[in-house]
DNA sequence: CACATCTTTTGAACATGTTCAAATAAGGTC
DNA sequence: GACCTTATTTGAACATGTTCAAAAGATGTG
């Protein structure tokens, strides 16, 4: 029966997620998820290869989330910044419940051959969909044709910065990192619309290219 | 006798970096450390607490070359934009024998709670010394005063992008992070320049007063 | 020298992520 | 139903970072 070992595998995920809300990553072992989930620890094995398998789904889950608060959100605005700032707080909000583990999550999420890392293979569909995001954000905007296709890219990655701030944030409610969310998201769509003026557009375009020139 | 124990320390260390070089992090056991230096496992753990610690000496070791080499390059070249190349090029010099194992190493350098951590407590000597790099980088040039203070800093948060590039980067050689420092650095070189400018300055200032402000 | 204190060394022990061969259950075929 | 194949489950085993109490050595004091 197949719905047996899908149901067995949703109770892992299930199981995993709740625990690394509440006790953390690291202090979440494979034996306990395995335990509470009342099945043996090989068994686990069977369903996540590795731990960091089930972080995956935790990272999908919060982005969908961010992408629904994101999307809900942004029919009420309609500048450029307001909806950078939306996007980004929304992408912040998902991951606050994570916020004091949030050091030992990404000890797992950087390595370039985790499954979790935000720039590699196996989170490409998730990556794609928090760009997603960000394209959101832009296509109510008037936003200069050669900027236009990588806006949202450079939008998502300048997020990823962000939550690299985050991590680091220890004010209380990570109230620093609501600030520059607040300051960046206008200074980045001024920066867009001023990306017109013939002071501004060489130096744009030469960052754009370089960024093509590089990614090959 | 304190000079023993400072050999021993020493040892622990000479061999923790030569199999870090020759075998990788991961694969650098501390048993085998401990075996190389002919002492016994607790003894490497009475040197150094945890094998965090032996990478913050290779960070540190790596930031002290990277001066070096950077100091002596910039006595050639008095442009902005190519002494922030030599900054950053001597810095990946010196972390090339790394690559292969850039991604084991990372996953332990980035967790906030890590002393490796640059951005943390632990290495606060080693980052005074990476930023004191781009002082040196700037201080021949022509940078607008209300920007002078901060550049350093700012140049050594890109070039922290920079490293997070080169660990991804499987191109040969990383040619592709060559590539990038070259492109970028006379970028900013420009952007420095045209900060005068009425158009950009206020742009700049307010991203500077941002900084500020999320820092506090 | 005898003793006390501090430094260094040791090896066993622990927890954890991961692997694996073997056992068991399920499903399909004759 | 008997048999084969595939899916699932299990518990033991392994490697590794780290901890720790106890032993051994060094140093200073009377």
């Known amino acids: 029966m197949d719905s047996k070992s899908a149901h067995t595998k949703a109770k892992v995920l299930e199981t995993a997620l709740g625990m ?5 990553f690291a202090k979440t072992t494979m034996r306990a998820i395995a335990a509470e ?6 068994s686990a094995y069977y369903y996540y290869a590795s731990k960091d398998e089930l972080v995956l789904e935790l990272y999908r889950e919060s982005v ?5 608060a994101a999307s809900t959100g942004m029919r009420g605005s309609s500048g450029l910044g307001d909806r950078i700032k939306l996007a980004m707080h929304a992408g912040i909000d998902a991951l606050t419940p994570y916020h004091g583990f949030g ?3 990404i000890s797992s999420a950087l390595p370039p051959q985790s499954a979790v890392n935000p ?4 989170s490409a569909e998730v990556r794609e969909n928090a760009i997603g995001i960000f394209r959101e954000a ?3 905007a008037k936003i200069p044709a050669f900027l236009r296709a990588q806006l949202p890219e450079l939008l998502w990655l300048a997020y990823m910065g962000v939550v690299l701030f985050w991590v680091y944030d220890h004010s209380a409610n990570q109230r620093r990192t609501r600030t520059l969310i607040d300051g960046a998201a206008p200074l980045i769509a001024k920066l867009v619309s001023f990306s017109r003026l013939p002071v501004v557009k060489p130096l744009v375009e030469e960052a754009l290219a370089l960024k093509t020139k590089v990614q090959a």
Chains 1, 2 share one sequence.
Do not use: D, P, Y
């Not at 690394?20 to 953390?24: A, L, M, N, Q, V």
């Not at 989930?37 to 090989?42: D, F, P, V």
């Open 103 to 105: 050091g030992t999550f």
């Open 37 to 42: 989930a009342g099945i043996s620890l090989g």
């Open 64 to 68: 969908a989330e961010q992408r629904a």
């Open 138 to 140: 832009v296509e109510g």
């Open 20 to 24: 690394f809300r509440s006790k953390g």
């Open 119 to 122: 720039f590699g293979e196996a």
